[in-house]
């Protein structure tokens, strides 16, 4: 048997956060907004919301999608650069609330990219051990808390939620066929949270110098995201020894939705073969893949037998992606 994809879930805040309001307090207008990023409006989650909160909600939905308890779960791994606490770790948290007192739980940070790492390390954790059969791969981010409200080339862009998944044993010809990571820790400046850490604790100083704040130099970025994403697809296609053409959909971290759009279509890869959220949702960090991917399963897009790559970008800098031949429903679960 092979690990694929058997469950998926969602968790977004209420609240929506439309151009109109965040440009009341910047420098640009609400079109300016929209024309840059392909924007229109992002979640926001409220001052008692953490992310394992959102993460629990994913999770419950995938765990029911799957049609499995808590207490099938061997692993918990949750993809976050924006943990409840700097420890213990987010999954804990999680697995307390759900009561998966069989799993094994850890988070993972590779900021947007971390879902997709989280993936991997859940999955080659299953095949190299036959007595793990069920992983719960959670994306969860609350970006609305670390972002600068008034740097108008960052704050618009993103919003808060989070995406969920299962992993189990499907049939040799479905589930994940491959997957390839990266990281480029040459750019590691170009996405920053400098404050919190043992090279920079914050202290009232620190604060108020913003180091507490998330940074991103856009334009260098941007720069990657357009030579990486070819490379990831290339590298996956070149595993599993396909072409472009097999691919039927693409599930990308939600930077920027004039940028997918740009990225992707140079590649032929348009229309409903791209999936994008990102106009209503914002970018959502390491829950946007996990997050689109649930969209396109429950509006019925995506089908049995089709190929899906999930492919993500983010600070480190990394990449990677995965190639998934999608499961039939029930194909995971044995009794």
Excluded at 74 to 79: E, P, R, S
Excluded at 92 to 119: E, I, K, Y
Excluded at 124 to 138: I, K, N, T, W
Excluded at 205 to 234: I, N, Q, W
Aim: charged residues 20%.
């Amino acid at each position: 048997m092979k690990t694929g994809i058997i469950g998926t879930g969602a968790a977004l805040p209420p609240r929506v956060v439309d151009n109109e309001e965040l440009a009341r307090d910047l420098t640009v207008t609400a079109a300016w907004i929209g024309e840059r990023t392909g924007v229109r409006e992002r979640r926001y989650a409220d001052i008692d919301v953490a992310t394992s909160d959102l993460a629990t909600r994913a999770a419950v939905e995938a765990l029911a999608d799957a049609g499995l308890s808590a207490a099938d779960l061997d692993l918990i791994v949750v993809g976050t650069s924006t943990p409840d606490q700097p420890q213990p770790a987010t999954g804990c948290l999680v697995q307390r609330r759900l009561g998966a007192v069989n799993a094994a739980a850890f988070d993972v940070n590779s900021v947007c990219t971390s879902f997709v790492f989280a993936l991997d390390a859940a999955r080659s954790m299953l095949e190299a051990d036959p007595r793990r059969r069920f992983a719960l791969v959670l994306g969860a981010d609350t970006y609305s808390r670390i972002v600068d409200p008034a740097d108008h080339r960052s704050s618009v862009l993103f919003g808060d939620g989070a995406g969920a998944v299962v992993l189990g044993p499907v049939p040799e010809d479905e589930g994940v066929l491959t997957t390839t990571l990266r990281s480029d820790g040459h750019l590691s400046h170009l996405v920053e949270v400098r404050g919190g850490g043992s090279r920079e604790p914050l202290t009232a100083r620190s604060l108020a110098a913003g180091a507490d704040r998330f940074t991103m130099r856009g334009r260098e970025v941007r720069d990657y995201v357009e030579e990486v994403v070819p490379a990831v697809l290339a590298d996956l296609l070149k595993d599993a020894g396909l072409d472009l053409e097999d691919i039927d959909h693409v599930v990308p971290h939600q930077a920027n939705a004039r940028l997918l759009r740009s990225c992707f279509a140079e590649h032929g890869i348009t229309g409903s073969r791209l999936h994008l959220t990102c106009p209503t949702l914002g970018n959502t960090a390491a829950a946007s893949i996990p997050l689109t991917l649930h969209d396109a399963v429950t509006a019925g897009r995506i089908a049995p037998g089709d190929l899906v790559a999930l492919v993500g970008v983010g600070g480190g800098m990394s990449a990677g992606g995965a190639l998934v031949r999608w499961s039939r429903p029930g194909a995971g679960v044995v009794r």
